[in-house]
């Protein structure tokens, strides 16, 4: 029998899909690859975190089921962390969740909070779960700026009075992926008060909090008082401890929807494995040194392509925050759009990215570049994007005829 499944329906094919293959196929024809794809990060975790994994995990106890809202040591431990860092205050028991990694959390809360046909605001270009989790959910998107200016406040505006029903939630992402883009806490509060008076609650993905390059770190929206009456906010050890494959996150924030949140999970899944769990406090109550020193190693990644990528021709902003550059396509490539350009990227100067309109349809004039590659390779990244910009008229040419012959 064949028969598409409904919510199956409502997602696209995956658009990085493409050049995926392509990537796979030149690496098994003996290819070097230099991939700055995915956003996975290349450092290896602390090896204070490690080891405290390799010390639970030699206790036959800790190989039972967890605790689906995370063990208490952990939810102390986020609590902490967020009294140092931004001086806010969280009740571990009521106000805290341990997910999945953030994006577990997102889909989740998605489910819990949504009804099919509840109207939700995302912005475009958006980290694929922020808009496919709540579509996934029954929910219709709707997009918003990503740019904190005044754009911004009349696209909400609009949505208040055009959409039908009112909008449920906003998401929001800052430090932003792709885009880079930061915000100061003018502008969560600006957001708050506005969500607030409309009574929309807010999604805060505050993942890359730790991953910045100017004096100023990033803020959360849970510095604003009245945040805590609408919103609740994701954050992640994935990039801040290196930790990606661990799958440690957590929602932050308003008790009713950490509570929606823990109910959901708790008929989903027994929480991640303790070991992962204790090492993971380690993590937040250990020796922080090993966060700037990740931060430095983004720092120098990204300082080297941005100033390389220059001298090569192709001028791409020098991002704040995050482990991404969100690179404009260069001009005489701009027609050919994000995934044609990833795809002769590729082909003529072995370098993979991600195409731009994987994250909406806004992001289709950029593609973005992860600084998940060491300075030699990234130099080495950079030498074969100038070859390949002082020629690139003539491998469009070779497309063509190509295309043509078939």
Known sequence: ME?????????????????????????????????????????????????????????PRSHRYSI??????????????YGRRFGVEIDPETETVVTLGSKEG????????TSPGD????????????????IIAGAAVRAIPVTPDEEYFAALERAIQHSVPKPTALVLNYPNNPTAQVVDLDFYRRVVDFCKFHGVYILSDLAYAEIFFNDQPPPSILQIRDAWDIAVEFTSLS??????GWRIGFATGNRRLVSALTRNKSYLDYGAF????????????????????????????????????????????SPPATMFAWAPIPPQFRHLG?????????????????????FGEHGDGHVRIALVENRHRIRQAVRSIKSFLSHGGEFVEKQKKAANAR
């Not at 990039?239 to 990606?244: I, L, R």
């Not at 070991?275 to 040194?289: F, H, K, R």
């Not at 994000?338 to 990227?345: D, G, M």
């Open 274 to 317: 303790t070991p992962i769990q204790v090492a993971a406090v380690s993590a937040l109550n250990g020796p922080q040194d090993c966060v700037a020193e990740i931060r430095q190693v983004y720092k120098q990644r990204r300082d080297v392509l941005i100033e390389g990528l220059a001298a090569a021709g192709w001028d791409v902003p």
């Open 68 to 81: 689906s809202r995370g063990i208490p040591g952990l939810r102390k431990a986020l609590a902490a962390y």
């Open 106 to 113: 997102l889909a989740n809360l998605a489910s819990a909070i």
């Open 3 to 59: 028969q598409e499944f409904h919510r199956i329906r409502r997602l696209p094919p995956y658009v990085f899909a493409e050049v995926n293959a392509m990537k796979a196929a030149a690496r098994a024809a003996g290819r070097d690859i230099i991939d700055f794809g995915m956003g996975n990060p290349d450092s290896p975790t602390p090896s204070h975190i490690v080891q405290k994994l390799v010390e639970t995990v030699q206790d």
């Open 119 to 134: 109207v939700i605001l995302v912005p475009n270009p958006s980290y694929p779960i922020h808009p496919f989790g709540f």
């Open 338 to 358: 994000s995934i044609a350009f990833s795809k002769l990227l590729l082909e003529a100067a072995d370098v993979a990215v991600s195409p731009g309109i994987g």
């Open 239 to 244: 990039k801040t401890y290196s930790m990606p």
